[in-house]
């Protein structure tokens, strides 16, 4: 089993920066993504930003440009550096572990941290 301890995360200002982080342990595979989703209230979740084992990451659309997943060179850490933040930012952040296992995956999502962008 895969577990996620997320980081991060609190008030800014719009324009400000903020750093979230997220470690996965336990049984991790060999071959996964880690990243980060988000949900607003009243929206669906959505992905922010995704990087996989082999180093591709993939930016949600709202935020390309402006965010920025990196890892450790464990790659079981994974940091989203978010910057130029907007109130439309606002969020809980759910760090999200997926694994392609044969027909089917794993998938273990963290427990969310609240990001707020107030002027």
């Known amino acids: 089993q895969v577990q996620l301890a997320e980081s991060g995360g609190g008030l800014v200002q719009p324009g400000g920066s903020l750093q979230l982080s997220c470690t996965a342990s336990?049984?991790?595979?060999?071959?996964?993504?880690l990243g980060w989703h988000r949900q607003a209230p009243g929206k669906r979740r959505e992905e922010v930003a995704m990087?996989?084992?082999?180093?591709?990451?993939n930016y949600g659309n709202s935020v390309r440009g402006r965010f920025t997943i990196s890892r450790d060179s464990a790659k079981t850490t994974v940091y989203l550096q978010m910057n130029r933040l907007e109130s439309e930012d606002t969020a809980v952040y759910y760090c999200?572990?997926?694994?392609?296992?044969?027909?089917?995956?794993?998938?273990?999502w963290g427990q969310g941290t609240l990001v707020t962008v107030y002027s």
């Open positions: 990087i996989t084992t082999g180093g591709a990451a």
């Open positions: 999200r572990y997926y694994s392609p296992r044969g027909m089917s995956y794993d998938e273990v």
């Open positions: 336990g049984s991790i595979s060999t071959v996964y993504a």
